[in-house]
């Protein structure tokens, strides 16, 4: 079942627009989920519009969908892709958290290729709190 899908342009604005979007799935997903969720597709949008090398008539695409127990979330572009190995970033590095966040926090992950360059997560539709500060 799609429960978003959305055509981003290649510029900064997207990510923004990106978090936006997947803030309407709070009633789809468990809390905790939904912040994960926030932050991975604020992460992998963010990559697009930096190393995407797309053009202003190319576009980034945000889909979520769920699959069984899971949300599963891909950011997909025309861009050409990108080394495929999560690497943990120096820390002094404001670059380089995006793929090792997506490793760390959701609970399959994969990249795909098919003229697109696509980067997609799972995380459970419902999670218990592990630690989290409450607000």
Do not use: K
């Not at 959305?6 to 604005?13: I, Q, V």
């Not at 979007?21 to 949008?45: F, K, N, P």
């Not at 080394?83 to 404001?94: I, K, V, W």
């Amino acid at each position: 079942m799609t429960l978003l899908e959305l055509r981003l342009p290649p510029r900064s604005r997207a990510v923004p627009t990106a978090r936006h979007a997947v803030e309407e799935l709070g009633g789809v997903v468990s809390e905790e989920s939904l912040e994960d969720a926030r932050l991975l597709v604020s992460e992998l949008v963010t990559n697009s519009v930096r190393h995407g090398g797309l053009a202003g008539s190319q576009y980034i695409l945000l889909r979520a969908e769920i699959r069984g127990p899971f949300l599963h979330v891909e950011v997909r572009d025309e861009g050409g892709g990108f080394q495929s190995a999560p690497r943990p970033p120096d820390a002094a590095d404001n670059s380089g958290w995006g793929l090792f966040l997506v490793a760390r926090i959701a609970d399959r992950w994969g990249i795909d290729r098919d003229g697109f360059t696509g980067v997609w997560f799972e995380l459970p539709l419902r999670r218990e709190s592990h630690g989290r500060a409450e607000r």
